[in-house]
């Protein structure tokens, strides 16, 4: 998840200053439809669930929802739809703006695991809590 959404943060701040050039035969410039073949080619590499999803009808949906875009900033929304699709509720995508808050945010509050190995061959692992029920549920097995 935090690798994914790093790495989908890393390809909006490199291509937020990409002009884009004339148009290919779908309207899309060159720079915006390599910008979103890279995010999805990432997705499909790192994604959790990549083997229950099918990427021809992602990509072939992204980008239809992207085929007027100039500037790979223009591909943001059908990114963020192509994550949705998904349906991993692991992976988001940060624009520049975004990415910077995140990665500039202070570690105030910030709660992170914390584990001990205890005597023997017993360990201890703490989780931060979550917010709800429904939201931790995908992450506890019984």
Same mark, same amino acid.
């Given at each position: 998840? !935090?690798?994914? /959404?790093?790495?989908? =943060?890393?390809?909006?701040? *490199?291509?937020?200053? +990409?002009?884009?050039?004339? #148009?290919?035969?779908?309207?899309?410039?060159?720079?915006?439809?390599?910008?979103?073949?890279?995010?999805?080619?990432?997705?499909?590499?790192?994604?959790?669930?990549?083997?229950?999803?099918?990427?021809?009808?992602?990509?072939?949906?992204?980008?239809?929802? !992207?085929?007027? /875009?100039?500037?790979? =900033?223009?591909?943001?929304? *059908?990114?963020?739809? +192509?994550?949705?699709?998904? #349906?991993?509720?692991?992976?988001?995508?940060?624009?520049?703006?975004?990415?910077?808050?995140?990665?500039?945010?202070?570690?105030?509050?910030?709660?992170?695991?914390?584990?001990?190995?205890?005597?023997?061959?017993?360990?201890?692992?703490?989780?931060?809590?979550?917010?709800?029920?429904?939201?931790? =549920?995908?992450?506890?097995? *019984?």
């Amino acid at each position: 998840m !935090a690798k994914s /959404a790093l790495v989908c =943060a890393a390809l909006a701040v *490199a291509g937020c200053t +990409a002009e884009g050039n004339a #148009g290919t035969a779908s309207g899309m410039a060159p720079k915006a439809s390599a910008y979103l073949t890279s995010a999805l080619d990432v997705m499909e590499k790192h994604s959790l669930v990549t083997a229950d999803v099918n990427w021809s009808k992602v990509r072939r949906d992204a980008v239809a929802r !992207a085929r007027k /875009a100039q500037t790979p =900033a223009e591909t943001y929304g *059908a990114i963020r739809q +192509a994550l949705r699709d998904l #349906g991993d509720r692991h992976s988001t995508f940060f624009d520049l703006q975004e990415a910077s808050q995140a990665l500039n945010a202070p570690a105030d509050g910030l709660m992170l695991p914390e584990g001990r190995h205890l005597a023997g061959a017993f360990g201890y692992l703490a989780l931060p809590p979550v917010p709800s029920d429904p939201v931790a =549920a995908p992450y506890v097995r *019984a």
